[in-house]
């Protein structure tokens, strides 16, 4: 998607250096910088720390990674690389499917070329997923349902490119029409505000960023026509894990009978978690709740903590929205409703 009129992916092989490229999501919207790496442990690296960050982009990164160890330290592939990437993060499943496939690759005995290949063809599917799914979800939109709420960045950053959640909303520009989005700033790490908000005001989509206690008051205010969400991890059933605050967004959607809609691809699937129950939430470090990063008066990015010292904090990345509370699940097969199991 567009960053100052000019194409750009969240992760790509970079043919030129033989490594990754990737955008260093922690310094936007202030800074916009790519990192450059023939190293796999930069790559894992950049997945703990969140330079790259969102189920499918995580996916993506991964295996492009895996591709860079087969080519460098092939003797260490199993037993350390593959390990190594699958300890990153824990929640979003679509890392462990492209791992899974990148060891699968690595076990017909590939070349180097042959393994970067199939990362390609891998980040090649999720971005034709998206731009796929963005059709149907623009589709279900009908037309007058333009006020549309988002949480967390399920955008491009998120997801290579189109993004998931978002890609409906870019068919929707791209076709004329004027979609309105209300941006969750999403406490703690704030994706919305840093993240979703700089990709629309890129593509020049009108959206406004509001606290996450902001939403269900405007759900009952009959301010939001729908809402459109990503996911980490869908459970064989339709449960549905995501950014924290989703699961409180599908309990003010239901009592105000507003539509609300998961937008991912097959890879965010896992048919062998049976509910949400059985989904492993990450539980990240108390500073990202008791501290934050921001501009000062000189255009310096500073660190501040805005929680009296020795008080702690509760850090659950992610929650889990039971099926019964989503409108649907939306992929690049279509829309499901879930399923009991
Ligand atoms: O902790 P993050 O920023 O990786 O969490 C991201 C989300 O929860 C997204 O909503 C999800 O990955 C969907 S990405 C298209």
Request: net charge negative; proline share 4%; aromatic share 8%.
């Amino acid at each position: 998607m567009l960053v100052k009129g000019s194409l750009f992916r969240a992760v790509n092989w970079h043919a030129e250096s033989g490594g990754i490229q990737w955008i260093d999501q922690q310094r936007l919207p202030h800074r916009f910088e790519q990192v450059i790496s023939s190293h796999p442990e930069d790559a894992a690296a950049a997945i703990e720390s969140m330079q790259v960050r969102g189920a499918p982009s995580i996916g993506a990164t991964a295996a492009y990674g895996l591709a860079l160890a087969w080519k460098t330290d092939r003797k260490n592939f199993f037993d350390h690389w593959l390990p190594r990437f699958r300890a990153t993060r824990p929640t979003a499943v679509n890392l462990f499917h492209a791992c899974d496939m990148m060891q699968t690759c690595a076990g017909t005995s590939p070349t180097s070329s042959q393994m970067i290949e199939c990362a390609q063809s891998y980040a090649d599917s999720e971005v034709a997923a998206n731009q796929r799914m963005g059709k149907y979800m623009a589709e279900l939109l009908a037309v007058g349902q333009r006020r549309i709420l988002t949480h967390c960045n399920a955008g491009w950053l998120a997801a290579v490119d189109w993004g998931t959640a978002t890609s409906g909303i870019y068919h929707l520009a791209r076709a004329g029409e004027k979609p309105f989005v209300w941006v969750d700033e999403t406490r703690p790490r704030l994706q919305g505000a840093r993240l979703t908000a700089w990709e629309f005001a890129q593509e020049g989509i009108d959206c406004r960023i509001q606290a996450d206690g902001a939403a269900a008051w405007m759900m009952a205010n009959g301010k939001v026509d729908a809402i459109v969400v990503g996911a980490d991890r869908i459970a064989a059933n339709g449960d549905v894990a995501n950014k924290i605050g989703t699961y409180a967004l599908s309990l003010a959607a239901r009592e105000h009978g507003v539509p609300m809609y998961v937008v991912a691809p097959s890879s965010s699937f896992d048919k062998d978690c049976p509910c949400g129950g059985s989904i492993p939430i990450e539980q990240r470090d108390d500073e990202e709740v008791l501290c934050m990063d921001g501009l000062d008066g000189e255009g310096r990015v500073q660190h501040v903590r805005i929680a009296a010292s020795g008080v702690p904090a509760n850090n659950p990345a992610f929650d889990v929205t039971p099926n019964a509370n989503l409108s649907g699940i939306v992929s690049e097969k279509g829309l499901w409703h879930g399923c009991d199991v």
